[in-house]
């Protein structure tokens, strides 16, 4: 048996070409070490700010963590084997959290994408329809799930209401279909909730002979209407839920420029476009950051810069926050467990009865689905569900990088071994001369103590507060 030796080279080296899969280095990148260095302290200060209630949702901690877990091989990991030249190398495992881990939300991204391209939206032209709401809106929004989901029905009533109406052959009873994805961050990594929704340009009906599609025809007058009539009806709902007056209701009704509501239809994909609408999806279904924008502001890891993808209203590029800053915005952002990333509404929902036939719409094999690195097993495939992507395939559709490639001859690999057991997995990597613990988790950090200081005060009990060097007349006018 060959011995286990990992893939992982510097881009510049000998023999290493593009397309050779390299193993992620998690311990490497600022956001790693950044919750690394610093979580237990800012653990350790939430809870001493707010000693009697629960300042930390065990989902934050938790998701925390297991991100500090991703990818490093001392937890266990997989082994890639090529029977061609005997050439192997390791897998790490993924902690497979939705909140900040970069890599898994990546994956979930690409996964999202692949699935509704390949198995649920049907060659149709898409448009995308971005709804934002005014900041008195939005705490309510990222605080109350119930009252986020509301909303997004009546944006999206509105919608399909005016596609039936600009869908001439439609007949009344046609329906939409749509995949929507509430966003609850910024690009500043702020709180911001806003929904992105994925719309088919039509409206869907069936006869005797089939689903038919009715194209719709849009222009900037008809998205207007939707705007205000969302802006009059999420007021209303509001005020029916006790969170704003009347009197506050009718003042944000006569506020100009939209009221602080804003909606946005300009991106428009085409039906035989099937590589836009992948990226379209991509972007709805992003993670929370870039962790490319994120870099160290010098090498004392106290301050950390975050390159914004456009400029703040007030002309920023960039973000300078500490590392506990950076938690404090990160734990805001991760979102609560058992609720969905992504929804379906219209033919697309689960229930709804043209599902079936609009997804048989769509073609089996996909023309620029990216190619199969092995044979399937056959029993494997009649149980794997189509949402079920396996993991070389998203790296391949991501980076165009068949990563069960063998980087010697080229033959495909397979996975031989999954090794979880602690006293293997040391034995291995110590073999190989992988360091075996994971990264150590600093410790908290207490606020600085005077003794450790370089010049030490002293205060005299005895000083006579009354003797001055200069005698100063107090009747004088300053």
Known sequence: MSTPCPVPRDPGSAGTSPGVYQRRRPERTVPYQAVQEHLETWLARQREADTEGDPIPAYVERDLRRYLECGILAYGFARAYCDECGHDFLIAFSCKGRGICPSCNTRRMAETAAHLVDHVIPAVPVRQWVLSLPKRLRWHLHRDPDLATAVLRLFLRAVERTLLTHSKTAPAGARMGAVSFIHRFGAALNPHTHYHCCVTDGMFSADASGVRFHTSTLNTADIQQVQETVRQRTLRLFERRGLLTPDEVEAMLHWSHGGGFSIDASVRIA?????????????CARPVFAQKRLTWAGEDHDRLVYRLPKPMPDGRITLYLTPLELLDRLAKLIPQPRRHRHRYHGVFAPNAP?????????????????????????????????????????????????????????????????????????????????????????????????????????????????????????????
Not at 432 to 449: A, K, L, S, V
């Open 354 to 478: 043209l599902r079936a036939q609009v997804t048989a719409l769509l073609d089996d094999s996909p023309a620029d689905a990216p190619p199969t690195t092995d044979a399937p097993d056959p029993t494997e495939a009649s149980t794997r569900p189509p949402h079920a992507y396996l993991w070389a395939m998203l790296i391949a559709r991501i980076y165009e990088t068949l990563p069960l490639a063998c980087p010697v001859c080229g033959a495909t690999m397979r996975i031989i071994a999954f090794i979880t057991e602690t006293a293997p997995v040391h034995q291995i990597l110590d073999h190989i001369g992988e360091p075996h613990q994971p990264p150590p988790i600093h410790p908290p950090r207490g606020p600085p103590d005077w003794t450790d200081a370089q010049e030490q005060v002293f205060l005299d009990e005895d000083l006579d507060q009354d003797r001055y060097e200069i005698e100063f007349d107090q009747r004088l006018s300053w």
């Open 271 to 283: 039906a035989d476009d099937r590589r836009g609408l992948e990226r379209l999806l991509r972007y």
